[in-house]
């Protein structure tokens, strides 16, 4: 297999970075921005790409393996930051007006690149690698480094640079003038100051507050030229000659590093909180399932109260295909929905889940059906506008998607929406889909055989616990509930008093 | 640098106050105290002459001081030390606190507060202010050296170790490192005369620097890698830049093949003063570490020796006033005794040598003391509590002799006279006060209770001070009480005779104030049953009945 992506098989198989439409729904935009934010740099594009099959969704996993061994994803980050260096030095080079300013920034351009493929390789080597992106990647580095052409950029380009390094020069600035000479400068006031055993802060530039030469600096450099002008046209003739020096798809594969790079970040940053990460199996013969499963929206926004987060675990056996899922308003209901949602989304970028352990089964897409907030309604009845949603969901018409369904129908009356509702579940069930359809209607856990009933619970003591447990749909009502909540029974009321 | 003289091992960082301090500064009047400790004696040949006025600083620096309480008989022993020191050494520690306050208000003045407040806004200003403020302590830490080497026979622990710290920490060598680094940038906040306003010809020299520095090329041929061979402050004379003798040179500058020349309108010249700023900069770096030693030392040593000296100033008060004063002794917290014990804010107050209380007191955690109206009980118990407050942070009292424990949880809860009117608001506070206290009681703790619950009536304020104050007893606080509630009083006394026959030693004593067969009040307290009347009919008729016989006269 040639190199050409470590995204996917295919080179660039979706072009397509506008947000996908369940993303919201999911919250999974909070969750992609957290990652951006602690990765520093935009990477929320990435996040949009999906694989275009099942075979690139199991090239993606298996890089993203190979990425989670420490010493691998070291040397990644390592080439990633020296290429981040080159594409500074190519910035800088494009916006500074002096010639001679340009040649000495395309050596920094070319070194970087140059260092950065060499250790690349270097640390590659020692590694096992059991992802075909990143063996191919490796195989064609290989050949890419002992080619001539590279052998000669880099040996021009270091010896440039050390020819650079070595233009060096004292400046006298005295009685209103400043005399260059070339004779070498004796550290005796850096050795005054340091008599004390103290020491001082980095000596910063003076001329760093533009990237451009100063009128000194320029200066400096003609009365310098006057005995060193063959250096800088030697500088001059590398940058003509090395204009266009950069191999495409290595700056591709710097592109998408980021992707996985960022993920392992903000997975670690997760663990060290205590939540659990799984790469997932994705056996589409066996049930789907998932343990220690938890919404990742939810635990970020609930880190910084130091809230905890409830998680639950479910099994979808053969001749299942669809949850249906009441309890009480507040219970957790609609969190659960979401996290099965990021299940099958992470699942499909390959990579980890928020959960202990998981198998998920190959699913060619991910649909989603909120019901929007009344403040948010176009003007249309709020019944309509649901219908209006939920017509494109119904007409894709594609098999085997993952469907999430929360609070449909929710105006209607409780016999029309008993009837709606079993038509929509049966349609996707038609469809060979999966998923989960959040309901407040008892009657549509027992539709259809394929329906699993699911019920959030409350403990012995009537609180809600958020868990998720495979039931008979409650009856009883929940005021209780929210009295408790509140801590607002006579007992409590005692209690807190006392204190 | 560590100052260390209010701890043997701390500096002052805001230690935590007595609880609810502003009650008890107004309880016991202490403003009176720490305004008198901010205005010294002035004697012209051993007469007092006068007063001098109230230095806030000082005042605020004796209620901050007298608000903390001191742990252990160490620590006041260590304060008491300096204490005598100072006294001893009058001159030394006025000249001391004296030339901090010169050296602070320096410092502010060139602009101390703005730049805390502002942050840094104009480097380039912070920078001069920098090179000022070295130069400002350089002097100043010499003449603190100085004086402290004058003050020859210094003999606490805290002063001898100071000045044994600063002789190692600012030995004549450092002095000499840092004045001739301030030498060498003075260029840099001197006035170089290209202030066009001038007068030709007014200014005859100017300092300018020379320096000069390695460099090497960097990325995009930026120059970096600096490296410091010389700086130099030279004085040279002074030449207009625009006068033909500065042209013709500039012109010959020129001609030599190497030269950058800088004429005023030299696009160069930018660089040269950022280049200036950034060396000035880097050089006061190395400055950083001695600002930063000093920069809390003045105010520590300002603030530190105020209390001294507002403490030299309170012993001669008490002498101007011809009242006995002595160093407290420290006992555990079942003692409290004293010989001629005054109430020091009132003798202020009135400029009178009041009349003295003598008690000995041992084993008792609760006083009550009860007896005859204007007698003189509330006075008594603030005189314990002044001397305790005082004794409590290192300073002497108003007494022949005061032997006490050390009660770091200490409080009052008086009664204001003109405001016990009889509404359930006003309990209401009281209650939440004690609850207050309550709260926050310690492991030794002290509460002087004036008055309390005599906002309710006599007998229901009696039922909550005897439920209260057998609590606290109980839970090992100890109290100090003026009372009017006879039944409450009545009611502790009889469970005292009780334990008394039980052959037990009760925790409990009882104090009057004491009146002669005549009715005339000595202003004494003495141990004494409580009565049953505070005698109130005599005050009634000595004023009310005897006004409005007058009034009828007329």
């Known amino acids: ?499 | 640098m560590n100052t260390y003289l209010l701890y043997r091992n701390r500096d002052w960082k805001s230690p935590e106050t007595y609880f609810d301090y502003g009650s008890i500064v107004q309880d016991l009047s202490l403003h009176i105290l720490f305004r008198m400790a901010s205005r010294a004696v002035i004697y012209e040949r051993d007469e007092v002459k006068g007063i001098t006025e109230t230095d806030p600083f000082l005042q605020e620096t004796m209620k901050r001081v007298m608000g903390v309480s001191l742990e252990t008989y160490e620590e006041i022993a260590y304060r008491q030390e300096i204490l005598k020191d100072c006294l001893n050494h009058e001159q030394f520690a006025r000249e001391l606190y004296s030339e901090l306050t010169d050296i602070l208000r320096e410092w502010a003045h060139l602009g101390r507060q703005e730049r805390k407040r502002t942050g840094s806004r104009n480097p380039v200003g912070d920078l001069m202010m920098d090179i000022q403020v070295l130069r400002l302590f350089l002097k100043g830490l010499a003449r603190i050296r100085t004086l402290f080497e004058e003050a020859a026979d210094l003999r606490s622990e805290g002063l001898c170790t100071l000045r044994d710290r600063l002789r190692e920490q600012f030995p004549e060598e450092t002095e000499q490192h840092y004045r001739t680094i301030a030498d060498q940038i003075a260029f840099y906040i001197s006035d170089r005369g290209d202030d066009e306003d001038r007068y030709p010809g007014e200014k005859l020299t100017v300092e300018l620097p020379r320096i000069v520095f390695g460099v090497q090329a960097g990325d995009g041929m930026k120059l970096e890698g600096f490296v410091l061979q010389q700086v130099e402050t030279q004085t040279k004379k002074y030449r207009d830049p625009n006068s033909a003798i500065s042209k013709v040179q500039g012109f010959l500058q020129n001609r030599n093949g190497n030269v950058i020349p800088l004429s005023a309108d030299s696009p160069v010249r930018e660089q040269t003063s950022a280049l200036e700023f950034e060396v000035v900069r880097y050089v006061m770096s190395f400055c950083e570490p001695f600002l930063k030693f000093y920069d809390d030392f003045f105010d520590q040593l300002h603030l530190q020796m105020g209390f001294y000296v507002g403490a030299v100033n309170l012993v001669h008060h008490m002498k101007r006033l011809g009242l006995d004063h002595c160093f407290p002794t420290v006992c555990t917290q079942n003692t409290l005794r004293f010989a001629d014990l005054k109430e020091f804010v009132m003798c202020i107050e009135q400029r009178v040598n009041a009349v003295g209380n003598t008690c000995d007191i041992e084993e008792k955690s609760l006083l009550i003391v009860t007896g005859a109206n204007q007698g003189g009980k509330s006075t008594f118990l603030r005189s314990i509590g002044i001397a305790q407050v005082c004794m409590q942070c290192g300073l002497p009292v108003t007494a022949a002799s005061y032997a006490s424990g050390i009660f770091p949880s200490f409080f009052t809860h008086f009664t204001r006279r003109e405001d016990s009117a009889m509404n359930s608001g006003r309990l209401d506070e009281e209650l939440g006060r004690m609850n207050q206290i309550i709260e926050h009681l310690g492991e030794r703790s002290i509460i002087l209770l004036n008055e309390s619950f005599a906002t309710t009536t006599e007998k229901e304020g009696s039922v909550i001070a005897y439920d209260i104050i057998k609590a606290l007893q109980e839970a090992g606080v100890k109290i100090l009480t003026v009372t009017h509630l006879l039944s409450f009083a009545k009611k502790v006394y009889e469970e005292t005779k009780q334990t008394e026959a039980a052959g037990e030693n009760p925790k409990t004593t009882f104090l009057s104030a004491q009146r002669l067969e005549n009715g005339r009040r000595t202003f004494k307290m003495i141990q004494h049953e409580p009565e049953l009347t505070s005698f109130g009919l005599d005050l009634y008729e000595s004023i009310i009945v005897n006004k409005n016989e007058d009034s009828k006269r007329r």
């Not at chain 1, 351009?109 to 690349?120: D, F, G, S």
Request: proline share 3%; net charge negative.
């Open chain 1, 1 to 499: 297999m040639e190199f050409t992506s470590i995204l996917d098989l295919r080179r660039r198989p979706n072009q397509d970075t506008s947000r996908p439409s369940f993303f919201v729904d999911l919250n999974l935009h909070q969750v992609v921005e957290k990652i951006q934010s602690l990765w520093g740099e935009t990477v929320v594009p990435l996040y949009h790409y999906f694989p275009v099959d099942e075979e690139c969704e199991e090239f993606r996993r298996a890089v993203y393996r190979d990425v989670k061994q420490e010493a691998v994803h070291q040397v990644l980050f390592h080439f990633y930051e020296a290429m981040k260096r080159r594409e500074n030095a190519r910035v800088k080079k494009e916006k500074v007006r002096s010639g001679l300013q340009k040649s000495s920034w395309q050596l920094r351009e070319t070194a970087e690149y140059c260092y950065a493929l060499q250790n690349l390789l270097t640390g590659l080597e020692g590694q096992e690698l059991s992802s075909e992106g990143l063996q191919a990647l490796r195989e064609y580095l290989r050949g890419y480094l002992s080619g001539e052409a590279f052998g000669q950029l880099c040996g021009e380009v270091t010896e440039l640079l050390a020819e650079q390094t070595q233009c060096r020069v004292t400046l006298i600035y005295d009685n209103q003038q400043i005399l260059v000479s070339e004779e070498p400068t004796l550290p005796m006031y850096e050795d005054y100051l340091r008599n004390t055993g103290e020491h001082g802060k980095e000596f910063k530039s003076p001329f760093c507050r533009t990237d451009e030469l100063t009128p000194l600096e320029t200066e400096v450099w003609k009365l310098y030229a006057r005995k060193h002008m063959d250096l800088f046209q030697r500088m001059e003739k590398f940058r003509e000659k090395y204009s266009d020096y950069a191999e495409e798809r290595l700056l591709l594969l710097a592109e998408e590093l980021p992707f996985y790079l960022s993920f392992y970040k903000f997975e670690q940053w997760m663990k060290g909180k205590g939540f659990a990460f799984a790469l997932p199996t994705c056996d589409s013969c066996k049930p789907m399932r998932a343990e220690g499963l938890y919404d990742l929206a939810l635990a970020i926004v609930n880190l910084s109260g130091g809230k905890p987060v409830v998680d639950n675990s479910f099994y979808l056996d053969d001749g299942e295909q669809f949850f249906v899922l009441t309890g009480p308003n507040q219970g957790g209901k609609t969190t659960f929905a979401r996290s099965l949602g990021q299940l099958v989304y992470f699942a499909k970028m390959g990579l980890s889940v928020p959960a202990k352990g998981a198998n998920v089964p190959y699913f060619t897409g991910i649909l989603t059906h909120f019901s929007v907030e009344e403040s948010i309604e176009t003007g249309r009845g709020k019944l309509k506008e649901e219908l209006i949603r939920l017509l494109p969901m119904m007409e894709d018409g594609s098999r085997n998607s993952f469907v999430v369904i929360n609070e449909l129908f929710t105006t209607a009356a409780n016999y029309d929406a008993c009837i709606m509702g079993k038509n929509v579940l049966e349609h996707f069930i038609g469809l060979q889909c999966k998923g989960i359809y959040v309901t407040h209607l008892r009657e549509l856990t027992e539709c259809h055989q394929a329906v699993v009933s699911l019920a959030a619970m409350l403990d012995e003591n009537r609180q809600q616990n958020f868990k998720v447990v495979r039931s008979k749909a409650e009856t009883k009502g929940c005021a209780i509930n929210q009295v408790n909540k509140y801590q607002l029974t006579y007992e409590q009321l005692k209690e807190r008093l006392a204190r």
